[in-house]
Protein backbone atom coordinates (compact mmCIF):
# COMPACT_ATOMS: atom_id res chain seq x y z
CA UNK A 1 0.00 0.00 0.00
CA UNK A 2 2.56 2.29 -0.81
CA UNK A 3 4.38 4.49 1.50
CA UNK A 4 1.63 5.23 3.84
CA UNK A 5 1.05 3.49 7.00
CA UNK A 6 0.06 -0.31 6.80
CA UNK A 7 -2.45 -1.91 8.07
CA UNK A 8 -2.14 -3.74 11.68
CA UNK A 9 -1.95 -7.19 11.50
CA UNK A 10 -5.23 -9.19 12.47
CA UNK A 11 -6.16 -9.00 15.86
CA UNK A 12 -5.14 -13.04 17.17
CA UNK A 13 -5.64 -14.83 19.67
CA UNK A 14 -3.10 -17.18 19.30
CA UNK A 15 -5.17 -20.72 18.41
CA UNK A 16 -5.56 -19.98 14.65
CA UNK A 17 -4.41 -22.59 12.15
CA UNK A 18 -1.86 -20.59 11.19
CA UNK A 19 0.22 -20.51 14.61
CA UNK A 20 -0.43 -23.98 15.48
CA UNK A 21 0.10 -25.12 12.23
CA UNK A 22 3.59 -25.46 9.94
CA UNK A 23 1.91 -26.02 6.72
CA UNK A 24 1.54 -22.28 5.51
CA UNK A 25 4.76 -21.52 3.33
CA UNK A 26 5.38 -24.80 1.30
CA UNK A 27 7.83 -25.88 -1.07
CA UNK A 28 5.90 -25.34 -4.01
CA UNK A 29 2.39 -23.53 -4.28
CA UNK A 30 1.31 -25.58 -7.01
CA UNK A 31 -2.78 -25.68 -6.83
CA UNK A 32 -3.03 -29.77 -6.11
CA UNK A 33 -0.71 -29.77 -3.78
CA UNK A 34 -1.36 -31.53 -0.35
CA UNK A 35 0.20 -28.93 1.55
CA UNK A 36 -1.71 -26.12 -0.11
CA UNK A 37 -4.57 -27.63 -0.17
CA UNK A 38 -4.60 -28.78 3.73
CA UNK A 39 -3.25 -25.38 4.51
CA UNK A 40 -6.08 -23.20 2.57
CA UNK A 41 -8.79 -25.60 4.03
CA UNK A 42 -7.26 -24.16 7.53
CA UNK A 43 -7.52 -20.79 6.61
CA UNK A 44 -10.99 -21.20 5.72
CA UNK A 45 -12.12 -22.51 8.70
CA UNK A 46 -10.43 -19.57 10.68
CA UNK A 47 -12.95 -17.09 11.53
CA UNK A 48 -9.93 -14.07 11.00
CA UNK A 49 -9.93 -15.73 7.17
CA UNK A 50 -11.46 -12.38 5.43
CA UNK A 51 -9.10 -10.08 7.71
CA UNK A 52 -6.38 -11.97 7.12
CA UNK A 53 -6.96 -11.95 3.04
CA UNK A 54 -7.50 -8.28 3.04
CA UNK A 55 -4.21 -7.83 4.93
CA UNK A 56 -2.33 -10.03 2.64
CA UNK A 57 -3.70 -7.89 -0.36
CA UNK A 58 -2.53 -4.61 1.23
CA UNK A 59 1.20 -5.71 2.18
CA UNK A 60 2.00 -7.42 -1.22
CA UNK A 61 5.95 -7.05 0.05
CA UNK A 62 4.81 -8.88 3.58
CA UNK A 63 2.92 -11.41 1.67
CA UNK A 64 5.22 -12.63 -1.08
CA UNK A 65 5.76 -16.21 -0.08
CA UNK A 66 3.18 -18.57 2.11
CA UNK A 67 -0.92 -19.29 2.33
CA UNK A 68 -2.59 -16.19 3.28
CA UNK A 69 -6.47 -15.91 3.81
CA UNK A 70 -6.46 -19.40 2.13
CA UNK A 71 -5.08 -18.03 -0.99
CA UNK A 72 -1.74 -18.73 -3.02
CA UNK A 73 1.22 -16.06 -3.70
CA UNK A 74 -0.17 -16.22 -7.47
CA UNK A 75 -3.26 -15.88 -6.65
CA UNK A 76 -2.88 -12.69 -4.43
CA UNK A 77 -1.11 -10.89 -6.87
CA UNK A 78 -3.45 -11.82 -9.99
CA UNK A 79 -6.15 -10.38 -7.49
CA UNK A 80 -4.57 -7.57 -6.65
CA UNK A 81 -3.20 -6.29 -10.54
CA UNK A 82 -6.85 -7.03 -11.68
CA UNK A 83 -8.21 -4.48 -8.53
CA UNK A 84 -5.00 -2.39 -9.43
CA UNK A 85 -6.60 -2.46 -13.30
CA UNK A 86 -10.33 -1.42 -12.36
CA UNK A 87 -10.11 0.43 -8.98
CA UNK A 88 -6.81 1.80 -9.52
CA UNK A 89 -4.46 2.67 -6.79
CA UNK A 90 -5.93 5.38 -4.74
CA UNK A 91 -9.10 4.01 -4.62
CA UNK A 92 -7.55 0.67 -3.86
CA UNK A 93 -5.98 1.66 -0.62
CA UNK A 94 -9.22 2.96 0.30
CA UNK A 95 -11.41 -0.21 -0.40
CA UNK A 96 -8.56 -2.20 1.34
CA UNK A 97 -8.67 -0.34 4.36
CA UNK A 98 -12.38 0.27 4.75
CA UNK A 99 -12.96 -3.61 4.03
CA UNK A 100 -10.31 -4.60 6.47
CA UNK A 101 -12.02 -2.53 9.23
CA UNK A 102 -14.77 -4.54 8.58
CA UNK A 103 -13.36 -7.69 8.94
CA UNK A 104 -11.74 -7.02 12.22
CA UNK A 105 -15.04 -5.78 13.35
CA UNK A 106 -16.48 -8.81 13.02
CA UNK A 107 -14.28 -11.32 12.72
CA UNK A 108 -16.51 -14.35 13.03
CA UNK A 109 -18.07 -13.19 9.62
CA UNK A 110 -17.98 -16.11 7.49
CA UNK A 111 -15.02 -17.47 5.35
CA UNK A 112 -13.90 -17.42 2.10
CA UNK A 113 -15.29 -20.65 -0.19
CA UNK A 114 -13.66 -22.04 -3.09
CA UNK A 115 -15.15 -21.18 -6.46
CA UNK A 116 -15.06 -24.72 -8.53
Not at 43 to 56: E, T, Y
Not at 63 to 79: N, S
Not at 80 to 93: E, F, I, S, Y
Request: some cysteine.
Amino acid sequence: MGNRRRLPMPPMKGDEPCTTNYGFFPETYAPHNPEVVAAEAMCRSCPLVRACFIWALANPSLTADGIWGATTPWQRKELRKRLLHRLGARALVHTLRAEYAKAVARPDSPGIRRQA
